[in-house]
């Protein structure tokens, strides 16, 4: 049975995205079956795998909108074990095509029921706001990985987060917990960062992972090559910080 974990921050630019791929790519590489959903319309998840979003004839909208299977729209990469519910451009009207709907809230998860035992994890890349499209994606989640940038804004804005996964938890999904605070984009030069880290570390003593991931140029090169961290450049600070996340996700799963 799948464990689902959605990657949620409505601050963009965190490392949301570069944290959902390349865990992803990690477990596929120990054996794990993965699936990895693209909720963002912007599609940067799926372009960082290597598939063109505007050569999609379905994508992740259909599911949600248009009732298409998930089998219809699923996508093997070229990674072993791995495989993409891709974006595309349409979902960025979805926000307002399922205020329509009836149980607009539960099509992610109902869509993705069929696929519990395909599967050992589900990870859901959401978008950098907390409309409809990331409501879907809590909905759908066991549990919640929250990447901070750290710098000053966004830790700000993690009070508005923790307020909707509290608001999903007790009306939506009872059972959508925290699953760790992920500090990434770390510069140890700046005294910012290391106060940032404090901060974190203090307000979530429980669920703040130990791994920090670094500013790196690497990590900001791989999406353009369609490639993972741990595949397109395995040596480098990014990759390394990224396998370490990994070994500590898997280790402390569900503890």
């Keep these: 049975m799948a464990r689902i974990y959605a990657l949620a921050n409505q601050k963009g ?3 949301k995205t570069t944290t959902a791929v390349s865990l992803c790519a990690y477990l596929a590489a120990r054996g794990k079956r993965v699936l990895l959903v693209d909720m963002d319309p912007q599609a940067n998840a799926t372009s960082s795998l290597g598939i063109d979003k505007n050569e ?3 994508s992740v909208y259909d599911v949600l909108i248009s009732s298409s299977t998930v089998d219809a729209v699923l996508v093997v990469t070229s990674q072993r074990g791995l495989d993409l519910l891709p974006s595309a451009p349409a979902l960025a009207g979805a926000d307002i095509e399922l205020i329509e709907l009836t149980g607009r809230e539960n ?10 035992a395909q599967y050992d994890f589900i990870v859901i890349d959401t978008p950098p706001s907390l409309g409809l499209l990331t409501i879907n994606a809590l909905v759908a989640s066991d549990g919640v990985v929250i990447p901070v940038q750290c710098e000053y804004l966004p830790l700000e ?9 509290e608001m999903v938890h007790r009306s939506l999904n009872p059972q959508l917990r925290i699953r760790g605070v992920l500090m990434t984009m770390y510069d140890p030069r700046t005294r910012i960062a290391r106060e940032v880290v404090q901060d974190v570390r203090r307000q979530f003593p429980r669920n703040t992972f130990r791994t920090i991931i670094p500013r790196s140029v690497k990590l900001s090169e791989a999406p353009s090559y ?4 741990g595949s397109y450049a395995p040596d480098s600070s990014g990759a390394q910080a990224y396998d370490a996340f990994g070994q500590e996700f898997l ?3 569900w503890q």
């Design 13 to 15: 630019g965190v490392g």
């Design 56 to 58: 999609l004839e379905n």
């Design 107 to 116: 099509k992610l998860a109902n869509a993705l029921r069929p696929l519990h």
């Design 157 to 165: 804005g993690l009070a508005q987060l923790l307020q909707t996964i």
């Design 226 to 229: 369609g490639e993972p961290i």
């Design 251 to 253: 280790a402390t799963e």
